[in-house]
């Protein structure tokens, strides 16, 4: 594994990072999520990511990661980077979404409980509430790590200048942001139009999720809907009809590029976004220790020739 340091701050992340949102909810098979997580482990995976509502049912994967955690790693916690969010929808009424300190603090402590931790290392804000003020969940996430239930503060999904707000108003409270969570992949790149200017400028770091656009960057559509694949399940949060025939004769023209660099489509799709190193750690989902395996061959070739990328470019901009 390959670590990187977050920002400006004391903390390293692994170059790949293991996110929990989909495979590990009490819809799926522990003795397959299981394996992930120890493949993750002993291949220097030392940062995993959670948020209240993942599952499905919400919150089923900070139950089940939790049982993991203190059943098989219970003596390496401090080998590990945990992470939590609060922000989307988990419980009825005006104080179970958004931006308020009355939610982010009770989500914290359920998200502790369900994970029977003390502390969480990073706690997010995990989307920016646009009636609540800024101050008022930048405080709330101050106050959370004075009080020791995070160790440092986090904001996803934030563009860029409501971005810059934040991390303005974190730093007077003495709480600088440890690192921003926005969506980017190959095919989402909103953050170069930015936010990884401002990271870059404000010392924050930047751990892009859903890097292989939920499974579309890699050889699983090229050939149709597999069973079992994410857009082929109810609860998946890929759409069928995101996987269009132009959208496919995309990924195969990208996926030659792959072959020629001896690359999966997956391994070439991370290792595009490593090349930036305003790019701390990229957090890829998995629902099998395959995959998980055959996306961290990519660090053994994180660079491209001015070719490949201009290549690359000419493909991702035939929408
Ligand atoms: N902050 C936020 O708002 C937010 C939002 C979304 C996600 N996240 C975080 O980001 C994490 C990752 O998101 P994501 O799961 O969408 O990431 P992703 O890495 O883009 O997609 C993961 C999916 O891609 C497929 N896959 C992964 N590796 C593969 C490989 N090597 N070969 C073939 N297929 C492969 C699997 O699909 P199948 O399941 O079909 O096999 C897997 O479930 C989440 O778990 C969560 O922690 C945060």
Known sequence: M??????????????????????????DDVKVYRKTLHTAFNNGITHFDLANN??????????????????????????????????????PGPYGEWGSKKNLVASLDQSLKRMKLD????????????????????????????????LYAGISNYPAKKAAK???????LGTPCLIHQPRYSMLDRWVEGGLLDELEKSGV??????????????????????RNSRAAKKHGFLK?????????????????????????????????????????SVLVGASSSEQLLDSLKCLGNISFEKEELEKIEIILADK
């Open 119 to 150: 502390y969480v290392d990073i706690f997010y804000h995990h989307r920016p509430d646009p009636d609540t003020p800024l101050e008022e969940s930048m405080m709330a996430l101050d106050s959370i790590v004075r009080q020791g239930k995070a």
């Open 166 to 172: 934040a991390f303005k108003i974190l730093k007077k």
């Open 240 to 280: 069928k009809d995101a996987i269009t025939k132009e959208r496919v004769e995309q990924l195969q023209k990208l996926n030659v590029i792959a072959e020629e660099r001896g690359q999966s489509l997956a391994q070439m799709a991370l290792a595009w976004l490593l090349k930036d190193e305003r790019v701390t």
């Open 54 to 91: 993942y599952g499905p049912p919400p919150g089923s994967a900070e139950i089940n990661f939790g049982k993991i955690l203190h059943a098989d790693f219970k003596n390496h916690r401090d080998e590990l980077i945990i992470s939590s969010k609060a922000g989307y929808l988990m419980w």
């Open 205 to 226: 770091g930047c751990i892009p999720f859903s890097p292989l656009a939920q499974g579309l960057l890699t050889n699983k559509y090229l050939k149709g809907i597999p």
């Open 2 to 27: 390959q670590y990187r340091r977050c920002g400006k701050s004391g903390i390293q992340l692994p170059a790949i990072s293991l996110g929990l949102w989909h495979n590990f909810g009490d819809v």
